[in-house]
């Protein structure tokens, strides 16, 4: 990636960063009594996250060099483009505005751009793929682990949770099998203002995006070990991810399960992910921490307790994220 465009998306990050520091609806007070509260625990939190973003970068390592050729890129490099990537796309809207791009830009001068944006959107369906198996994950606990509690409004939002998890695997194994890159421009050549340069981009770029779809296909029709890691990778760092919950309740004297920290990111994340519209989903998320908690039976306010150091320890992740895009670019 250039200089220049590196630094028009760092600056982009900055920018991102300071609106979210200054939309936060916190007085410094509460934050601060919280981080105090938390302790050595929320740094604990942090280094969790490091091993969380690991198993993505072997994830998505995994996916760069199935079937490759190229030369090997550097570990170390995978695993910060995977950081720097989800921190752009934590403070862009909508997410995948910021991340992807810049991942890549990054991977293309080591592996040419047809398998730079096949890897990159590889992992993305895997990324996402796992987040629906997590929530059926989630569903399955619930059923066995509070059956007892359970009411006609949990039982409908649990079979709802259930049928569009089943229909986003179905169209993500169809995705996989025949690859979704051709059909995605399609469905944009209807959408008005964009149609046109659809159009044209598909026209012009028939060959290359063929090929993308191919090197889809490959992964889950004859490549299944490769399939199998990275998706395995995924869904265990979601599940290390809801350890976080663990260690902020039990700073609030509350003794909760690996079990109720899979339920309330489960509960979380599906909010979170249905206002994706928000950067960083601000308001979604603390709003989904407080509806777990209560179903739970934890009181709201420790949700909303929780869900601000979680906020606190996302926002020092970006930092880092966004920090680190500037250190070691020179190509090898």
């Given amino acids: 990636m250039s200089t220049r465009l590196r630094n ?29 509260r938390a302790g050595r625990w929320f ?12 198993l993505n970068a072997i994830s998505w390592y995994a996916i760069i060099h199935d079937g490759s050729t190229a030369q090997r890129i550097p570990f170390w490099r995978v695993l910060k483009y995977t950081v720097t990537g989800f921190a752009l796309n934590t403070v862009t809207p909508v997410g995948l505005m910021g991340g992807e791009p810049y991942r890549i830009m990054e991977l293309k001068p080591y592996v040419g751009i047809e398998r730079a944006t096949s890897s990159t959107l ?21 059923i066995f682990a509070y059956h007892e509690s359970l009411t006609p409004e949990m039982g409908m939002l649990l079979l709802s949770t259930t049928i569009v998890c089943s229909a986003g695997i179905y169209l993500f194994a169809r995705g996989y099998r025949s690859g979704f890159t051709r059909s995605a421009l399609r469905l944009l050549t209807h959408v008005p203002y964009i149609k046109k340069w659809a159009i044209r981009f598909s026209n012009d770029k028939q ?17 299944q070990r490769t399939f199998g890691l990275a998706l395995s990778c995924e869904l265990l760092a979601r599940i290390l991810s809801s350890v976080e919950l663990v260690i902020f309740l039990q700073i609030f004297s ?10 309330m990111l489960g509960f979380t994340s599906l909010f979170a992910n249905a206002m994706f519209f928000l950067p960083m989903q601000l308001g979604a998320r603390e709003g989904g921490f407080a509806m777990a908690a209560g179903g739970l039976a934890i009181g709201t306010g420790i ?12 926002l020092v992740c970006t930092i880092v994220g966004i920090g680190i895009m500037k250190i070691g670019n020179n190509f090898r």
Avoid: P
């Fill in 207 to 223: 060959e290359t995006l063929q090929r993308i779809d191919q090197q889809i296909a490959q992964l889950h029709s004859t490549r």
């Fill in 254 to 263: 509350i003794e909760a399960s690996l079990a109720d920290g899979i339920l």
């Fill in 303 to 314: 949700g909303v307790s929780v869900g601000l150091l979680i906020r606190l320890r996302e």
């Fill in 122 to 142: 590889l992992y993305v369906m895997m990324h996402i793929f796992s987040h629906f198996w997590y929530w059926l994950l989630s569903v399955g606990i619930y």
């Fill in 8 to 36: 028009l998306f760092f600056l982009l990050g900055i920018a991102c960063i300071v609106v979210m520091v200054v939309s936060f609806d916190l007085s410094l007070t509460s934050i601060t009594d919280n981080l105090a």
């Fill in 43 to 54: 740094f604990i939190a942090c280094a969790l996250w490091a091993a969380v973003y690991t």
